[in-house]
């Protein structure tokens, strides 16, 4: 792992620090609109309760090891160590592509979970970016084809929030490693060095990457203060097991993700439903949007992940993509599809609901054509 020079790091730390000193001063001069419900109005920082916990605390750290050109795509390898890495030890990679447009695209794959008792997830980082859905762009269909991007394979096992080195077989050395926010941090710096002032952003991410997304936001509006970004989540919407705290916190407890949930925040701890987290964090960023994605009974989140079954899914996802549209009525949509599959973005754009396409639904919500972006299900 390369390690940024010292004058870059002394650059990018007073970057950093100058968020909170920005917080004290709304606090000192009054202007701060906190309504006391984790709301962020004024001048206050976004997310800022989540900066102090630390969940930005590997932003600036790590350069590529090596960054090569293969066409039009340029791969970034971090090297091995105590930074980056993919859940059995191999060095993580991602990629980007500039197409000289102001748009860009950050996208989070998706690859399965692991934690204490089940344990299916991609362990390695392949380069390159794929010619699929969003990510194609020759493909006519696709919304998002001019966009600069920036993809981030997944290979933490740990939904690109993970932070624990495990040793699963007892054996005393750590075979497991949940590196998710050595790597999202590290990509995301590679991201603002390569793209450093885009006119707008799509953060898009599909299963593990959409739950990615969610732990993404705050770190992406840290790097991008005054940047307009709409979420796309595909299949990765938030939803825990329901009524069963116990399970939820052990979960966070293994990944070491605690810092990514706000101690104020009642509504945000992890009970199934997500709105109440979601909304939070659309409070906290009135300069972001969400678009939401899921088929009704996703077998892969809902029963073989969650396991929790296909009609409880079903049951906790439908009130609470709802509830979050009527808290926020003009910066949320949802696009429920019936049944049990999974995914949309990397090659289901024809599925249609009510007549509009998955394709249609997306450059609705980031053309901002007026009227046209609504919530479908059947």
């Given at each position: 792992m ?6 870059t ?5 007073m ?25 962020s ?97 020759a ?35 750590p ?54 970004i ?5 299949s990765g ?6 009524d ?46 969400l678009?939401?994605?899921?088929y ?48 949309f ?11 509009v396409?998955?394709g ?18 059947e």
């Amino acid at each position: 792992m390369t390690r940024l020079s010292e004058n870059t790091r002394r650059s990018r730390t007073m970057r950093l620090a100058a968020w909170p000193l920005a917080a004290l001063a709304v606090l000192v001069t009054g202007c701060s609109d906190n309504d006391g419900n984790g709301s962020s109005g004024g001048d206050a920082v976004p997310f800022q309760e989540l900066i102090d916990q630390g969940v930005t605390r590997y932003l600036g750290l790590y350069s590529p090891m090596m960054s090569t050109a293969d066409g039009d795509v340029t791969n970034h390898v971090f090297g091995e160590g105590d930074g980056p890495l993919c859940l059995s030890g191999e060095p993580y990679s991602m990629a980007t592509r500039d197409t000289g447009t102001e748009d860009l695209m950050i996208f989070l794959q998706g690859g399965g979970a692991c934690w204490f008792d089940l344990c299916a997830a991609t362990s390695e980082a392949a380069p390159g970016i794929p010619e699929a859905g969003i990510l194609d762009p020759a493909l006519p269909a696709n919304p998002l084809a001019g966009m600069s991007t920036v993809y981030l394979p997944y290979c933490d096992g740990g939904l690109f929030a993970s932070d624990a080195d495990v040793d699963s077989d007892d054996s005393g050395t750590p075979d497991r490693f949940h590196r998710g926010l050595h790597n999202l941090s590290a990509a995301l710096d590679v991201a603002v060095q390569t793209f450093p002032a885009p006119r707008r952003i799509v953060l898009a991410g599909v299963s593990g990457g959409g739950y990615g997304s969610i732990f993404a936001l705050p770190l992406v509006r840290q790097l991008y203060p005054d940047i307009p970004i709409d979420v796309l989540n595909d299949s990765g919407v938030g939803i825990t097991r329901p009524d069963d705290p116990a399970f939820n916190q052990q979960i966070i407890d293994y990944w070491n993700i605690d810092a990514f949930f706000p101690a104020s925040c009642e509504e945000c701890t992890i009970q199934g439903d997500p709105s109440g987290f979601l909304d939070w964090q659309l409070k906290q960023d009135p300069n972001t949007r969400l678009g939401m994605l899921s088929y009704a009974q996703d077998f892969t989140i809902g029963t073989f992940f969650l396991g929790i079954g296909g009609p409880t899914f079903e049951g906790v996802l439908r009130p609470a993509m709802a509830e979050l549209e009527n808290l926020n009525p003009e910066r949320m949509r949802s696009f429920i599809v019936p049944g049990d599959s999974h995914t949309f973005l990397l090659g289901e754009l024809d599925v249609a609901v009510e007549g509009v396409t998955v394709g249609e639904w997306v450059e609705s919500m980031v053309d901002d054509v007026e009227g046209n972006w609504e919530s479908v299900s059947e």
